[in-house]
């Protein structure tokens, strides 16, 4: 029998038995090929450049990134992809479950994007108009964005999400007149239509139907499909236009917690800057080049995904596209294999849970297997050795890694904070740099990235090698800069040139000095590493004048096992912090069982002693945290169902929507107190 099938058949594993166990253990210790990581003395130590400021320990002579490999503008990194390509395949697109994908070459995606652009132009957009992409992630996003790119026009996306009062108003500051949507959107467009007086011209993606030519007949704006758009340009070809460095790119607008969302404005110069760092910092362990695969599934309207296409375009790789359903995804990973993961934690925690809820129900030779592989692979990388040819991998976890393709090289992830135990477990389990990055829209997604072969939790890496970091005293809060302790501000070739037509929440982001100002609160950890502690925003005070950041308490919460979400609230009029908890989904239910508690979501989330052991949970973490007692919720209402961006509770990229959150539970709120006082 061979190794590899020992979970083929129970029967057989459960009569091996410590035995099998003990066996497997000795063969994995014998001699095996290594690739070792990064050297950490030498690069996990961000240095200082004497203003207080820090540096990465990847910048040449103390200098800024500010190009990669003569590449300048998105114009540019498409055109080197052009070269790399040889030909091959660009964009790709599945029509269905179990079909294979159908490719556009890097010449035919050129063609498309030349006829788009010149159609924009032969119907009247000039060099620096904006151009609205209003869809779903697709082939024809794509084409649109890079004609943009190509003509020197600036990309403004809309995603429904945001809502039809923040539609109306990207539309109307952005003086959009021309935007090109997917077929799930024309309505959508056309109900804006009395309200936004400066949209003329709405490009369908697709073929329009009869039900739209008898509307738009009445409207004063016109109607007609992409490939018509093409038609037109094709018939009036125009040279490129490219862009400088310093030209605007697009126009990406921040889901706000408060308010309407802001235009932030990002240059060709701040992208490219921006996708430097992370190439610089993982071009000696990832194989970048026209063998680079990505999946397409994370928002095009947000820079994650943004910056992660062009580094793909800029070696001359392929995007695929998913089906545009989340529960399809693990079938169009399996067809795609990609060797670029990008994720959010949202996604990957589904993973783990799958994972490790599997782990809990599986037999006890089986759960000490796992458990010895996970030890094994987690003293590997805390050598910073990566690997997924050792035979913990070929037992435990080649499944794992086939539920991403089996071909990924590296995983990033951000948008959100990542909990200390996925973490390591992604880096155990998938066999290669898992990395976790940090920066907002302002800095054109990145400002900070963990060094591969840094196998330590709890922090976000060093700065970029194209910005520069600096904390600042927030004494209200007691985080003092001479302590290592304060506001993350960036500065760099990354960082955005303000809020569109909007100067004074510009000066309120971005100081005299070009510093950006996050509202993060961080820490400088002692190998050079920045750690997210807290966020100086979202302060509230309670009745004895004691200052609570509910987003420090809810990271603390985050971690305990009961729970999947966590909404804090206080305010001026009460003296204690009362909490608005989901239950983790698979959690919950399994120790429900383990307690002989019966019930459904609905049942569990009424029954005391699930309140109360939850509640105890928070408590014993919030503790273990370091919270002070004012910190600390207590009372707390458990919400059977997810907060959801459909109710509007939460933004597009997962964050809290904190006024709507309090309005949605003002009256389970107000109980909470009743019953404190």
Sequence with gaps: MSVESLFADPAVLTSIGVAAAASVYLYSMGPSPIATAVDLRQQSVASSNGSGSRISPLCKD?????????????????????????????????????????????????????????????????????????????????????????????????????????????LNQADLSVVVCDAAKVSILLDQVPSAPKLRTIVKMGALTKEEEERVASMDVQLLCLAD????????LQDDIPPEPSDLCTICYTSGTTGLPKGAMLSHGNIIADISGLVFLTQNVVNWGNSTVHLSYLPLAHMFERGAQAV???????????????????????????????????????????????????????RAIFNLAMSRKRS????????????WDKLVFNKIQQRLGGNVEVLVTGAAP???????????????????????????????????????????????????????????????AEEGRGEVCFRGHNIFKGYLKDEAKTK????????????????????????????????????????????????????????????????????????????????????????????????????????????SQLTELGKKSGLKSFEQAKALHLHPKPFTVEEELMTPTFKLKRPQLKSYFNDKIEGMYAQLA
Excluded at 380 to 391: A, K, L, P, Q
Excluded at 450 to 469: F, R
Aim: proline letters at 5%; glycine letters at 10%; hydrophobic letters at 40%.
């Design 508 to 615: 309120d982001t971005i100081d005299e000095e070009g510093w950006l100002h996050s509202g993060d609160i961080g820490r400088w950890n002692d190998d050079g590493t920045l750690s997210i502690i807290d966020r100086k925003k979202q302060i509230f005070k309670l009745a004895q004048g004691e200052y609570v950041a509910p987003e420090k308490v809810e990271m603390a919460y985050q971690c305990a096992p009961l729970v999947g979400q966590v909404f804090l609230h206080g305010d001026s009029l009460q003296s204690a912090c009362v909490a608005i908890i989901v239950p983790d989904e698979v959690t919950l239910p399994r120790w429900a069982t383990e307690h002989h508690i019966a019930g459904n979501m609905e049942e569990l989330c009424e029954n005391e002693a699930v309140r109360k052991a939850v509640l």
């Design 229 to 236: 758009l093409e038609t037109q340009g094709s018939a009036a």
């Design 312 to 366: 793909v375009f800029a070696y001359g790789g392929r995007i695929g596209f998913f089906q545009g359903d989340i529960k399809l995804l693990m079938e169009d990973l399996g067809e795609l294999k990609p060797t670029l993961f990008p994720s959010v934690p949202r996604l990957l925690n589904r993973v783990y849970d799958k994972v490790m809820d599997g782990v809990a129900m599986s037999s006890p030779i089986k």
């Design 62 to 170: 103390g200098e800024l990134t500010q190009e990669f490999e003569g590449v300048r503008t998105m114009y540019e990194a498409f055109r080197r992809g052009l070269r790399e390509s040889d030909g091959g395949p660009c964009l790709g697109a599945r029509t269905g479950p179990n079909k294979e994908y159908e490719y556009l070459t890097y010449n035919e995606v050129l063609t498309r994007v030349r006829n788009v652009g010149s159609g924009l132009i032969a119907r009247g957009v000039k060099p620096k108009d904006f151009v609205g992409i209003f869809a779903s992630n697709c082939i024809d996003w794509v084409v649109t964005s890079e004609a943009c790119n190509t003509y020197s026009l600036v990309s403004v996306p809309l995603y429904d999400t945001l809502g039809s009062a923040a539609i109306t108003h990207i």
């Design 418 to 480: 990542i909990s200390d135990a996925v973490l390591d477990f992604l880096r155990c389990a998938m066999g290669c740099p898992v990395l976790q990055g940090y920066g907002q829209t302002e800095s054109s997604a990145g400002a900070t990235i963990t060094i591969v072969g840094d196998s330590t939790t709890g922090n976000v890496g060093p700065p970029l090698s194209c910005n520069e970091i600096k904390l600042v005293s927030v004494p209200e809060l007691g985080y003092l």
């Design 380 to 391: 590997e990388v805390s050598r910073g050795v990566i690997r997924r040819d050792s035979i």
